[in-house]
């Protein structure tokens, strides 16, 4: 059976490379909870009670019951970003909370005052901050970084650290073979200081992994969906989890997908389109970020609605015939600021081909729906690395657009939400001490 999470001995370190809009309503929501004065809503570690047990035994627990999970209260905050403004400057700068709910907890805020970002211009064009690393190399990022990270446990005496990026999404990085598939080449590359292979964020990952730190990718970076990393997860026995903050318009395609799936009717074209105003959707309006963001929201529907297992339902459609048409669109509107608006036109067809339509608006607010996820994956991370797994946490995948799993042995990830739960369901239970189990609720 597998390994029951030991208790914290201690404070859990939690260092967020990016303090953007993300990240300050996530740590502002964390503080106001911890005072009493905000309730952390859509958090499944602080609300979602699962069955344990089964029969005459069974019980409805929250998370904190079953397995021992850090508490709010035990968490110290830390930071780099490129810009210099601290998180009670940048949280009012993103404009995401009203000032009533940010006051209460500035005094904590201004404590956070970002690192030196590792940071090269070429990855994010459209950042122009000048708290940066004066790094040469890669190699010089990476030890910058391992220095932070071991500064940070010395001056806030926390026993773990946990590193989330919630940075901007970096220029897409294409897989190279030659380079991301051993430790020993990546190594080699971030020495000869390969900046074309080797993005900022890998040296961020890189670091946490040396420092004994789990890391969560919330963008759509590779940074850890690649073998090398793989490798070091492995033999730093740490758990790994990304990609990409499942929050609004993929929360609800791997939710509504399965509505057409389950019920066998055909589905000829899926638009999905978006507007946003805040930072991240600025960096977005390059077409080199936006192609990595592309990839992660293509990859949720292929895996739920499978061309090759019902041809006759999904397989037609697009200029090849072989598929649905599946579009994913991203427009910088700054009026808008964080409240996004999504809509999604899906064309599905049913008894004898007779065409239909589902038209979903939602008008969502990012960061809100972003807070929750940061505080689940950091919770759930730190819980894992000590429970002894390691490597991809795929019971993570709940959380994220587009689950990291092993493509060099054709794995398929799981994107279906329902499914997705199962996992982490099971996780939870068997961090617990309890079996894993294939009851339906
Ligand atoms: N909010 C959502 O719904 C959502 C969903 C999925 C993914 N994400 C991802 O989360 C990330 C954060 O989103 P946000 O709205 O907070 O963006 P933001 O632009 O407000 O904040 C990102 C911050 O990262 C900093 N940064 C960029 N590169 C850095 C580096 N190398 N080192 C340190 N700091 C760096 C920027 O200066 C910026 O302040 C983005 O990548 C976004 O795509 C967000």
Redesign the pocket.
């Given at each position: 059976m597998a390994e029951k999470a030991k208790a914290p001995n201690g404070k859990l370190g939690v260092m967020v490379?990016?303090?953007?809009?993300?990240?300050t309503t996530f740590m502002t929501g964390v503080l106001m909870a911890r005072k009493g004065l905000a309730k952390p809503v859509g958090s499944m570690t602080q609300y979602d009670k699962i069955r344990v047990g089964k029969g005459a035994d069974k019980k409805y627990l929250h998370y904190k019951d079953i397995v021992p999970l850090a508490d709010l209260n035990d968490i110290e905050f830390a930071a780099?970003?490129?810009?210099p403004a601290n998180a009670y400057e940048?949280a009012l700068n993103?404009e995401v909370l009203k000032e009533k709910d940010i006051e209460p907890v500035k005094d904590e805020l201004v404590k956070i005052k970002?690192i030196k970002?590792?940071?090269?211009k070429n990855?994010?064009k459209r950042?122009d901050?000048d708290n940066v690393k004066d790094c040469k190399t890669r190699w010089e990022m990476v030890e910058a970084l391992r220095e932070d990270i071991r500064k940070f446990k010395e001056e806030s005496g926390v026993e773990r650290v946990v590193v989330l990026?919630?940075?901007?999404?970096?220029v897409y990085v294409p897989i190279n073979e030659k380079v991301h598939y051993t430790l020993a080449d990546l190594e080699k590359a971030m020495k000869d200081n390969d900046t074309e292979n080797i993005a900022?964020?890998m040296c961020?990952a890189y670091a946490a992994l040396k420092e004994g730190a789990p890391f969560i990718m919330?963008?759509?970076?590779t940074t850890v969906d690649i073998p090398a990393m793989w490798e070091l997860a492995e033999q730093t026995k740490l758990p790994i989890a990304g990609k990409?903050?499942?929050?609004?318009q993929t929360l609800v395609k791997s939710g509504f997908a399965p509505i057409i799936g389950t019920r066998c009717l055909g589905l000829s074209g899926w638009f999905s389109t978006n507007i946003l105003g805040?930072?991240?959707g600025?960096?977005?309006d390059e077409p080199a970020n936006f192609r990595t963001?592309e990839v992660s929201k293509l990859s949720t529907l292929e895996s739920i609605l499978v061309p090759e297992d019902q041809p006759d339902l999904y397989g037609h459609g697009n200029d090849e015939d072989t598929q649905y048409y599946h579009k994913v669109r991203i427009n910088y509107y700054p009026p808008r600021n964080?409240n996004?608006e999504g809509w999604d036109n899906i064309d599905i067809f049913g008894w004898m081909n007779y065409p239909m339509q589902i038209k979903i608006n939602f008008l969502c607010r990012?960061?809100i729906?972003?807070a929750p996820l940061c505080l689940d994956l950091v919770l759930l991370s730190d819980l894992a690395a000590r429970a002894g797994r390691y490597g991809t946490q795929r019971f993570l995948s709940f959380f994220l657009?587009s689950p990291q799993h092993d493509y060099t042995q054709d794995e398929v990830p799981v994107n279906h939400l329902f499914q997705q739960y199962v996992m982490l369901k099971n996780a939870i239970r068997e961090m617990g001490g309890y079996e894993a189990d294939e009851e339906i609720d």
């Open positions: 490379v990016g303090l953007g809009a993300v990240t780099w970003d490129v810009y940048s993103a970002p970002a590792a940071f090269d990855y994010a950042l901050g990026w919630a940075a901007s999404t970096e900022p964020s961020y919330g963008a759509p970076n990409d903050f499942k929050t609004g805040n930072r991240d600025l960096v977005l963001k964080d996004k990012d960061s729906l972003a657009k």
